[in-house]
C-alpha cells in the first residue's frame, strides 16, 4: 500500500560499465499492479532489484511514500533488510537447510513476533496457499509449483508494504500458471499490495496488470493500462513489441514504394490523414479485415488485395498469410475465412486500428 | 535525446519530466562516498575480505617474505663473522650455503640424494601404480572395490609411520637400541639395505603410488575406448595404439603425478631423517632440519628458499599440466565409453599382483609396527616374548620410558596437544576457508579476490618444513601484536592453520561458488543482517562443506612431521613429534605403539570423511 517513486536512476554495473539502466523516472501508485515488460536483458530484474534494495543505482532517488529511500545526492540509502517490501526471485531461493513451516516462518522469527502469534499466521498463510500439508517437508521434496507457492507464502507473512516478483510463472506449466495468476490476482485484491511484477511474457502482463511499463534497453517505452499499450502503442518498439503475432509494419521511406505503400497512401487519403508526418504505419493482423468485396465497396473502404499463401487453423482464429506482390501481409481472422491457398482476398483496415509512426518513430495522434 | 516525451501519461501513472538541470546538480563528493559507505556498510564483504587480506597477509606472506629477507641480510650471530651491521645486505649466507667449503655437505650432496630418492621414488611409484591404475579403472579385477581403498591405504597413513617400520624390519647395529627383525631371525641387513637412498626411496615411492593409482586411473576412465577402437580399427597394432594414442593423450596426468610426487619428496622430512640420519644421508629437508637446530638462521632461510623455489616451480608445471589435462577431458568426455577389459587367464596374475602390492606397501609394514609394540625382543616369536608392558606395564628397564605409553604422561599430553592443537587449527582452517569463500565470491572488487585467494594458496608452494622455517623467521621473536611465539603453542596452531589454508580455501570458493547469492538476498529481503545471514543461513547450508573443510586438514594435520619437527618443543610434544622423539632415544616398541595410536586416528578419521561424503580421498590430495 506504498506509493513507489524512481527519479532519474542510473545504474551501471561496474565502476566504468555501460549503464544497464540509462535514466529511469517513473511512479507507482499505491495499490497499483505493474507490470515491468521488455524483451530480455533490458533491465527489469535490475530494476525490481533497485526497488528491493539489493542493487544500489548510480545515480538517482527512490521515494516511498514520499520519503526517499535511496538518495544518491544526500547520501541515502536504507538497506533492504529495512524497507519492508517483499521479493520472489525467479528461482524460488528457498533456504533448503530448513522446512517448508520454517521458510515461512523465519522472517516473523527475526521480528520476534510473539510464538502462538507467528505459528496462526503461518499456518493461516500455508493453508491458503494449499501448501500446509508438505510444512515439515525440505524445498527438495517439492515440485516447482509447490515450491513457488512456498516462496509466495514466505513473502506474504510478512505482510510486505510492496510486493515485488521477478518472472515468478515463468517455470511453471500452464495449468499451474492459471491457477497462480489467479492467486496473484486474489492477493492483490484482498490485501491490496503494491505488486510489481516483472515478466517478458506480454500476455501474462496484460492479463495481470493494471498497469503496463514496457521497457527497452534500460529505457522507459511506455507506461500505461493494458489497453493504452495495445490499442495506442507510443512507438514503433511497443507497438511491435506487443501482440500476440508481431505488427504489419509499412515504411514509407523514400526509396521503398512498394505495392503496400500504395495502399497506405490510399488508406490515409481516404481517412482524411495528413501523409506528410508519416513515415510508418503499423497495423494488428487481428484488426486488419478480410473479404471478397466488389469493386466499389473496395473503394468504399479502401481495401487492398493479394493472394493467399497460407491460411493456419490456430483453434478458434486462423493466420492468413497474404502475399501482396512479393510483400508479405498477415492477417487473423476470427471466423473461418474459406481461403486457400491461391485465392484473392481484399484487406481492409478500420481508423481507430490504424497506428502511425514519425520519423523518429514515435506515434502520431490521430 | 530524452525518450521522456515519447511517454504516454496515464491516469493511474505520471512520469516525472526530468529536467535537464537535475541530472546536471554537482554532486558534492563528500555526499556520494557517504552514499558509497552507506551502501557497503550494509554489506560487510568488502570489509571481511580486507580483514582476511590482513590476516593471512601476516600469517601467510610476511612469514615468507621474512624467510627470503633472512636469507640475504645480516644475523646478530654473524656480525664478526661478515663484518658487517645486523640487517645489512649480504651474500654470505648464500655464498656459505652454496658456493663455500661445506656447502658440499649443507647443499649440493642433499640437493643431489634429493634429486636421487626423487627420481627413484618417482620410477618405482610409476612402475607400482600404473598398472593398477588401469587394473582398477578398466578392467573386471576381482575385488576392485576393495583394492580401490585398500591400495590408497598408504597414502592415509603418515609417510614416514613406514620408515619406522623399515627400521623395525631392517636395522642393525649401526643404532643402537632393540634389534631389528632381520638381525633376530640371524641375518645382519647391510647398512645400505637397511639405511640410505634405498629404503627412503622405496617408501617414498610405496607412499605417493596412490597418486599414480587415482591420477592415471581417472584420466584413463575418462578416456574414450571408442578412440582406441576407431585407431584400432583402421589397422593399428596395440601396441602402436598404446604409443601413439593413449600415451600423449595420457602424458599430462602422468607428468602431473610425476611433478605432485616430486614436490613432495622435497618437503617430505620423516622418512629420510629417520632412515637416513643414522648413515648420515642427508636430503634438502634434513639439511635444514640440522641448520635450524644448530641455530644457523641465515643458512637455513637460504636452504628453505630454495626448496620454496623448487616447490614452487614444480607446482606451477603441475598446474599448467592440469589445465592441459582438462582440456583432453572435456574432449574424452563427450559420451566417453569406457570398456571394461576382461582380465581372463590373467585374473589371477593380476590379482595376485595387486593383492603383492598391498601386502608390500602396507600390509607388512602395519603388521610389522604392530606386532613389535608387543614383542620384548622385536622379531622373536617365541610365546614368552610377547608382552603387553610396552603399552600397560609398569617398572621396564629402561632409563626413560619405565613404564608402558598409555600409562605415560607424556603420551597423553603428545595426544592431547594433537587432538586441540591440530584440532582448533583445522576448525580455523575451515572457518577461515569458508569465510575467504565468501569474501572472493562476492567481494565487489576482483583485486581484492584475486589477492586473497593467491595469498591463501602460497604455502601449498611452500614444504612442510620450509613453511615451518618461515614460521621462526617470523616468530621467534616478537611481532607485534604478538610477543615471540617460539615453544608456545600458539605458533603450531597457527602454522598449522595456515599450512591447512590452501585446502580449506578452495574447497571454501568451490562451495560458496555453488551457493549462489539468492538464498542470502532472500534472508535480506525478510530482514536478516548480515551476521543473522551467516549464521542462519550460509553457515548452515554450508554444513557439509564445512566439517569437510575441518576435517580433511585436521586429517593431514595429524599425519603431519615436517611442519612441525621444527616448531616443537618438549612440552608442546605432538603425537608425531613425540613418536620422532621415541625414536631418537631408540624406544622403538614405544615408538610404534604411539604411531599405530596414530595410523588408527587418521584411517579412522579419512574413513570418516569418505562416509560423510562430498570429500573424497583425491580431494584430500591437494592438501598436504
Ligand atoms: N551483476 C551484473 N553485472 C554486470 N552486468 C549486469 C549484471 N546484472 C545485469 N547486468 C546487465 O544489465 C542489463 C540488464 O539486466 P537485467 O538482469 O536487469 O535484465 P532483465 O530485463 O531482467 O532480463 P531477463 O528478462 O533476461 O531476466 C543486461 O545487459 C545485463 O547484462
Ligand atoms: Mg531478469
Same mark, same amino acid.
Given at each position: ?165 521477478? /518472472? ?87 526509396? /521503398? ?110 | ?118 627420481? @627413484? ?8 601404480? @600404473?598398472?593398477?591404475g588401469?587394473?582398477?579403472s ?73 597418486f599414480?593409482?587415482l591420477l592415471f586411473g581417472n584420466a584413463l576412465k575418462q578416456f574414450d575406448?571408442?578412440l ?13 595404439? @598404446?604409443?601413439?594414442?593413449i600415451l600423449p593423450l595420457m602424458m599430462p596426468s602422468l607428468v602431473s603425478a610425476a611433478t605432485l ?23 634438502? @629437508? ?29 607446482i606451477i608445471i603441475d598446474m599448467r599440466l592440469l589445465k592441459e589435462a582438462k582440456r583432453f577431458v572435456t574432449i574424452g568426455s563427450k559420451g566417453a565409453?569406457v ?114 585467494r593467491?595469498?591463501?594458496f602460497?604455502?601449498y ?45 578452495r574447497?571454501?570458493i568451490s562451495?560458496?561458488m555453488q ?101 573424497n580421498?583425491s580431494d584430500?590430495m591437494g592438501?598436504?
Open positions: 500500500m506504498s506509493s513507489i517513486t524512481l527519479e532519474n536512476i542510473r545504474k551501471s554495473y561496474g565502476r566504468s560499465g555501460p549503464a544497464a539502466i540509462a535514466n529511469l523516472s517513473m511512479e507507482i501508485g499505491a495499490s497499483e499492479f505493474l507490470c515491468l515488460l521488455g524483451p530480455s536483458g533490458c533491465g527489469k530484474t535490475t530494476t525490481l532489484r533497485m526497488i528491493a534494495g539489493l542493487e544500489h543505482p548510480t545515480d538517482g532517488r527512490i521515494l516511498v511514500d514520499g520519503k526517499p529511500i535511496v538518495s544518491v545526492a544526500d547520501g541515502i540509502f536504507t538497506v533492504p533488510e529495512k524497507r519492508n517490501m517483499g521479493l520472489v526471485f525467479q528461482n524460488y531461493a528457498l533456504w533448503p537447510h530448513m522446512t517448508i513451516r520454517d521458510n515461512v516462518a523465519f522472517g516473523l522469527t527475526l521480528r520476534k513476533t510473539p510464538d502462538a502469534e507467528r505459528d496462526a499466521i503461518v499456518n493461516q498463510v500455508m493453508t491458503k496457499l494449499g501448501i500446509a500439508k508438505y510444512a515439515d517437508r525440505y524445498p527438495a521434496q517439492l515440485s516447482g509449483g509447490q515450491q513457488q507457492r512456498v516462496a509466495l507464502a514466505r513473502m506474504l507473512a510478512l505482510k510486505p508494504s510492496v510486493i515485488l516478483l521477478d /518472472e515468478p510463472l515463468s517455470n511453471l506449466d500452464a495449468k499451474l500458471r492459471l491457477e497462480m495468476r489467479a492467486e496473484l490476482k486474489r492477493i492483490h485484491a484482498e490485501a491490496g499490495s503494491t505488486i510489481v511484477f516483472v515478466t517478458h511474457d506480454q500476455w501474462e502482463a496484460m492479463t495481470l496488470a493494471t498497469t503496463i511499463a514496457v521497457m527497452s534497453e534500460g529505457e522507459l517505452q511506455q507506461v500505461g493500462t493494458p489497453d493504452d499499450i495495445y490499442e495506442r502503442p507510443a512507438n514503433r518498439f511497443v507497438a511491435e513489441f506487443v501482440g500476440s503475432l508481431p505488427i504489419n509494419i509499412i515504411n514509407r521511406g523514400a526509396v /521503398e514504394t512498394g505495392p503496400l505503400v500504395a495502399w497506405l497512401d490510399q488508406v490515409l487519403t481516404h481517412f482524411d490523414i495528413d501523409a506528410a508526418p508519416v513515415a510508418s504505419a503499423g497495423i494488428r493482423p487481428e484488426a486488419t479485415r478480410l473479404g471478397r468485396l466488389s469493386e466499389d465497396e473496395a473503394a468504399r473502404c479502401a481495401a487492398g488485395y493479394g493472394s493467399v499463401v497460407d491460411v493456419v487453423p490456430t483453434g478458434g482464429s486462423w493466420i492468413v498469410e497474404i502475399d501482396v506482390q512479393r510483400t508479405r501481409f498477415f492477417a487473423i481472422a476470427t471466423e473461418n475465412p474459406r481461403l486457400s491457398a491461391g485465392d484473392t482476398t481484399h484487406f481492409w483496415v478500420e481508423r481507430q486500428h490504424l497506428h502511425l509512426f514519425d520519423r523518429e518513430k514515435q506515434r502520431i495522434a490521430l | 535525446m530524452r525518450k521522456d516525451k515519447n511517454i504516454n501519461r496515464s491516469d493511474a501513472m505520471t512520469l516525472q519530466t526530468d529536467s535537464s538541470e537535475d541530472t546536471q546538480r554537482p554532486q558534492p563528493a563528500t555526499k556520494r562516498l557517504s552514499y558509497l559507505l552507506r551502501v557497503n556498510s550494509a554489506d560487510p564483504t568488502l570489509m571481511l575480505a580486507l580483514l582476511l587480506l590482513v590476516v593471512f597477509g601476516y600469517l601467510i606472506l610476511a612469514p615468507v617474505v621474512l624467510l627470503l629477507i633472512d636469507a640475504v641480510t645480516v644475523h646478530f650471530a654473524d656480525i664478526a663473522r661478515t663484518k658487517q651491521d645486523l640487517g645489512d645486505l649480504t651474500f654470505y649466507y648464500l655464498n656459505r650455503v652454496l658456493v663455500s667449503p661445506i656447502s658440499r655437505d649443507l647443499f649440493w650432496w642433499p640437493l643431489a640424494h634429493t634429486a636421487i630418492i626423487s627420481v @627413484a621414488a618417482i620410477v618405482i611409484s610409476f612402475l607400482v601404480g @600404473a598398472p593398477i588401469w587394473l582398477l578398466r578392467t573386471d579385477l576381482i575385488g576392485k572395490k576393495w583394492f580401490s581403498t585398500a591400495l590408497l591405504l598408504p597414502y592415509m597413513l603418515p609417510s614416514w609411520t613406514f620408515a619406522l617400520a623399515w627400521l623395525t624390519l631392517f636395522k642393525n647395529r649401526t643404532t643402537g637400541g632393540q634389534p631389528g627383525w632381520m638381525e633376530t631371525f640371524g641375518f645382519n641387513p647391510p647398512d645400505w639395505l637397511a639405511y640410505g637412498a634405498l629404503p627412503i626411496s622405496l617408501i617414498l615411492a610405496l607412499h605417493y603410488a596412490p599414480v593409482i575406448t571408442q582406441e577402437d576407431s585407431a584400432r580399427s583402421l589397422g593399428a597394432s596395440p601396441a602402436t595404439v @598404446a604409443r601413439r594414442i610426487i616430486f614436490a613432495k619428496c622435497l618437503g617430505d622430512f620423516g622418512v629420510a631423517y629417520v632412515l637416513g640420519a643414522p648413515v648420515g644421508f642427508d636430503v634438502l @629437508a634434513t639439511s635444514l632440519f640440522r641448520a635450524i637446530s644448530t641455530s644457523q638462521a641465515g643458512a637455513s632461510a637460504v636452504l628453505a628458499g630454495v626448496i620454496v623455489l623448487l616447490g614452487t616451480i614444480s565409453m570398456r571394461q577389459t576382461p582380465l581372463g587367464k590373467w585374473q589371477a596374475p593380476a590379482f595376485a599382483w595387486a593383492l603383492l602390492v598391498f601386502i608390500i606397501s602396507a600390509g607388512i609394514p602395519l603388521l610389522a609396527l604392530t606386532l613389535t609394540t608387543v614383542m620384548r625382543v622385536p622379531g622373536s616369536f617365541s610365546l614368552d616374548n610377547f608382552t603387553l608392558d610396552y603399552w600397560i606395564g609398569t617398572d621396564l628397564g629402561t632409563t626413560a620410558l619405565r613404564q608402558g605409553i598409555l600409562l605415560t604422561g607424556e603420551f597423553w599430553l603428545a595426544l592431547w596437544n594433537t587432538v586441540w592443537m591440530v584440532g582448533l587449527a583445522a576448525i580455523g582452517a575451515g572457518v577461515l576457508g569458508l569465510l575467504v569463500g565468501y569474501a572472493v565470491v562476492r567481494s565487489p572488487f576482483a583485486s581484492v579476490s584475486v589477492a586473497l593467491q595469498i591463501t602460497l604455502p608452494l611452500v614444504p612442510g618444513i620450509a613453511f615451518a622455517a618461515a614460521y621462526l623467521s617470523m616468530f621467534a621473536v616478537a611481532r607485534p601484536p604478538l610477543p615471540a611465539l617460539y615453544g608456545t603453542p600458539i605458533i603450531l596452531v597457527l602454522a598449522i592453520l595456515a599450512d591447512q589454508m590452501p585446502f580449506a580455501s574447497a571454501g562451495s560458496m551457493l549462489g547469492r539468492e538464498p542470502e538476498e532472500a534472508g535480506q529481503i525478510v530482514g536478516a543482517g548480515w551476521f543473522r545471514r551467516m549464521r542462519s543461513i550460509v553457515l548452515p547450508i554450508q554444513r557439509n562443506a564445512l566439517v569437510s573443510a575441518i576435517l580433511l586438514p585436521f586429517i593431514s594435520g595429524i599425519k603431519g612431521l615436517s611442519l612441525v619437527v621444527v616448531l616443537a618443543v618438549p612440552g608442546t610434544d605432538l603425537l608425531t613429534t613425540y613418536a620422532i622423539r621415541l625414536v631418537d632415544y631408540g624406544y622403538s616398541q614405544a615408538a610404534n605403539a604411539v604411531v599405530v595410536m596414530l595410523c588408527v586416528v587418521a584411517f579412522t578419521g579419512t574413513m570418516l570423511v569418505q562416509k560423510i561424503g562430498k570429500a580421498l584430500g592438501s598436504k
